[in-house]
């Protein structure tokens, strides 16, 4: 075992890399499943051609953080991986049919022979990209509740599945916002404004609900001093929500100023939605029932483990910038016909 991190810091340390996975997925592919959403709602050809373009470079690398997120899931907390994909068996096994659905749609539709098989597989496209995130959103509520049972519960799982799905429409639509021009554009800003309040309700009601399933959570957030140490965070969330809605209001800008400005205000968005969550269920891998301390592997495995998250990690963030890099800029035409 290396000196240099202690056995108890071990588990804090996974625990980290599995939430910046997890948020970086939910990020990055995030947005282009919620291009995938908007899909449907334009008609011309060469605009639908154009929002495929503006993802084509970056969807399938988006996905490797879900792989790695999972993974470190599975190596560093077993019992907990255990539990989670016991209670969540069904929604996982539709997000991976929607998941491959999208992924199949995606490519077969670069080599469609005519228009009809073209609409066909965007159909497919865009029915891949919305049970993924309906199913993600259903996870999400499921695990806010600690996998609590009962109409309620399915209720508030239902709820959280739209809002997840909202929000990757808003992310999709501030992406395209940044990445595209005339009126395909214009189109996005209008989705944006659409989709913006929406999506503040649902991070409102999840925020709500999340303290009042456990003493503990209210206690962590409403108990003094730490509301006011806390008290930043909303105040940050509403202050962007009302801040990005008044950008667009005005948006398109001349000169297209500002148009990266909604993309990485979602981006800051589901942060600090993220970090919210992070706040209210650390320790706890599994809600109120496993710690990472209680879940987690032998110290000698997580620090064989380590060893190759530390190779890793870099590769996958050195590839996904040299993506943005290389394909930065406006999406243009298809070219791999």
Same mark, same amino acid.
């Given at each position: ?152 519960? *399915?209720?508030?799982? #239902?709820? %959280?599945?739209?809002? $997840?799905?909202?929000?990757? &429409?808003?992310?999709?639509? @501030? /992406?395209? !916002? ?124 997580? *620090?064989?483990?380590? #060893?190759? %998250?530390?190779?890793? $990690?870099?590769?996958?963030? &050195?590839?996904?910038?040299? @993506? /943005?890099? !290389? ?11």
């Amino acid at each position: 075992m290396t000196p240099f991190v202690p056995p108890d810091w071990l588990p804090v340390i996974f625990a980290g890399l599995m939430a910046l996975s997890i948020l970086l997925y939910v990020v990055l592919d995030g947005f282009d499943l919620g291009v995938g959403i908007l899909l449907p709602r334009v008609s011309v050809e060469a605009d639908r051609d154009r929002m495929i373009a503006a993802i084509g470079p970056f969807w399938d690398a988006n996905e490797t953080w879900l792989v790695l997120g999972v993974g470190l899931l599975l190596v560093a907390f077993p019992s907990a991986h255990g539990v989670i994909l016991t209670e969540l068996y069904l929604p996982v096994a539709v997000m991976l049919a929607g998941l491959t659905l999208r992924g199949v749609a995606f490519e077969f539709r670069a080599k469609a022979a005519d228009l009809r098989q073209k609409r066909r597989w965007d159909h497919a496209f865009v029915a891949g990209s919305l049970i993924s995130a309906l199913s993600q959103g259903w996870m999400l509520g499921r695990y806010v509740l600690g996998f609590a049972d009962g109409w309620a519960a *399915t209720g508030f799982a #239902a709820m %959280a599945a739209i809002g $997840l799905a909202i929000a990757y &429409a808003f992310i999709g639509a @501030a /992406w395209l !916002i940044w990445r595209t021009e005339g009126d395909l554009q214009r189109a996005a800003i209008g989705w944006a404004r659409l989709a913006i309040w929406p999506m503040g309700i649902g991070i409102l009601l999840v925020s709500a609900v999340t303290p009042l399933v456990s003493s503990r959570i209210f206690d962590r957030w409403f108990a003094f001093p730490e509301v006011l140490a806390l008290a930043p965070l909303p105040i940050a969330t509403a202050a962007l929500l009302l801040g990005i809605g008044s950008l667009l209001r005005h948006m398109p800008l001349p000169g297209d100023a500002l148009r990266r400005v909604p993309f990485w205000g979602a981006v800051a968005l589901f942060s600090l939605f993220f970090a919210g969550l992070a706040w209210s269920f650390f320790p706890y891998v599994v809600p109120e029932r496993l710690t990472i301390w209680q879940s987690a592997s032998a110290p000698e495995s997580l *620090t064989l483990i380590l #060893a190759g %998250a530390i190779f890793v $990690l870099p590769v996958i963030l &050195a590839y996904t910038f040299l @993506a /943005w890099r !290389i394909f930065g800029g406006k999406a243009r035409d298809l070219t791999y016909y």
